[in-house]
T-cell receptor, first 113, second 116 residues
Framework: NAGVTQTPKFRVLKTGQSMTLLCAQDMNHEYMYWYRQDPGMGLRLIHYSVGEGTTAKGEVPDGYNVSRLKKQNFLLGLESAAPSQTSVYFC????????????FGPGTRLTVL | AQSVTQPDIHITVSEGASLELRCNYSYGATPYLFWYVQSPGQGLQLLLKYFSGDTLVQGIKGFEAEFKRSQSSFNLRKPSVHWSDAAEYFCAVGNAGGTSYGKLTFGQGTILTVHP
């Protein structure tokens, strides 16, 4: 099992550009999450999904959109990137059968110039 | 609202010394508590978790944590630190049930430096 994978690993954008980050998991988990990690702030939840076709806002959702068309994939979109979105983005997944333990991907480092 | 505080941003210990990382939480019901570790450039790995039962939980890599409800704390400990333990450590609190199942709130993290 690959676990949780993220694509791409690194990306540099110019202000106003758009992009999509892809998260995939092969553990058949119901729940998936997108976090951003900034120095001294820990991980903050952007959006999450409790099942295919459903998404919900987390703590810092502004400027991001998500979609979960397939159970194994969770996409994070930036429609018009801003320098404040420079961060490391982590995807995670979990299952009620695994006591809510979240499994994390390796992260995507995004820089917005 | 749930919250987690890790009072120590950075801790330095010598190899072989004991370690305690502090975590305080705020939560309205019985919390689910976690400790994760992040090595540089890596994702987060679960060290241990507490849901119920014995308040002293054992984790991987020789770590343990104790849940103290009266103090709203879940401190992480290790009796003898190894150089490979240098990393950033995150405490997290979660809930269960309803549409919020699975959501975690993380602390700010504690960076551990180990001196030889």
């Amino acid at each position: 099992n690959a676990g949780v994978t993220q694509t791409p690993k690194f990306r540099v954008l110019k202000t106003g550009q758009s992009m999509t980050l892809l998260c995939a998991q092969d553990m058949n988990h119901e729940y998936m999450y997108w976090y951003r990690q900034d120095p001294g702030m820990g991980l903050r939840l952007i959006h999450y999904s409790v099942g295919e076709g459903t998404t919900a806002k987390g703590e810092v959702p502004d400027g991001y959109n998500v979609s979960r068309l397939k159970k194994q994939n969770f996409l994070l979109g930036l429609e018009s990137a801003a320098p404040s979105q420079t961060s490391v983005y982590f995807c995670a997944s979990s299952s009620r059968d695994r006591d809510n333990e979240q499994f994390f991907g390796p992260g995507t480092r995004l820089t917005v110039l | 609202a749930q919250s987690v505080t890790q009072p120590d941003i950075h801790i330095t210990v010598s190899e072989g010394a004991s370690l305690e990382l502090r975590c305080n939480y705020s939560y309205g019901a019985t919390p689910y508590l976690f400790w994760y570790v992040q090595s540089p450039g890596q994702g987060l790995q679960l060290l241990l978790k507490y849901f119920s039962g014995d308040t002293l939980v054992q984790g991987i890599k020789g770590f343990e944590a104790e849940f103290k409800r009266s103090q709203s704390s879940f401190n992480l400990r290790k009796p003898s630190v190894h150089w490979s333990d240098a990393a950033e450590y995150f405490c997290a609190v979660g809930n269960a049930g309803g549409t919020s199942y699975g959501k975690l709130t993380f602390g700010q993290g504690t960076i551990l430096t180990v001196h030889p």
